[in-house]
């Protein structure tokens, strides 16, 4: 069992920044692959970035790469989303989610077996 708490959220203004972490809790956190997903009001939860165990392998979806920054502390048991140049369409409740390997498509919600209890992310224009 692993738990998974976000943190970080908040308002910002467009073309901002905000550090989202993801503590983890239970079992090895270097065990698990990790990714963030977010959900705007009436829109299904859509896929963000993922990162593997090691850190080494990482993924984004179009519409965040080259803003967003998904990194891991092993050490510490944290997972981490920077965001950067943040738009009014970023607004969302933001979830972090660990899923038992990197295989397969980590885009899909179904993969992953945990689940943080999600955070808001505001950006105002």
């Known amino acids: 069992q692993v738990q998974l708490a976000e943190s970080g959220g908040g308002l910002v203004q467009a073309g901002g920044s905000l550090t989202l972490s993801c503590a983890a809790s239970?079992?090895?956190?270097?065990?698990?692959?990790m990714g963030w997903f977010r959900q705007a009001p009436g829109k299904d939860r859509e896929f963000v970035a993922a990162?593997?165990?090691?850190?080494?392998?990482?993924r984004y979806a179009d519409s965040v790469k080259g803003r967003f920054t998904i990194s891991r502390d092993n050490a510490k048991n944290t997972g981490y989303l920077q965001m950067n140049s943040l738009k009014p369409e970023d607004t969302a409740v933001y979830y972090c989610?660990?899923?038992?390997?990197?295989?397969?498509?980590?885009?899909?919600?179904?993969?992953?077996?945990?689940w943080g209890q999600g955070i808001q992310v505001t950006v105002s224009s």
């Open positions: 239970g079992r090895s956190f270097s065990s698990f692959a």
């Open positions: 990162i593997s165990a090691g850190g080494g392998t990482t």
């Open positions: 989610a660990a899923r038992w390997t990197y295989r397969g498509d980590v885009t899909y919600t179904e993969g992953y077996a945990y």
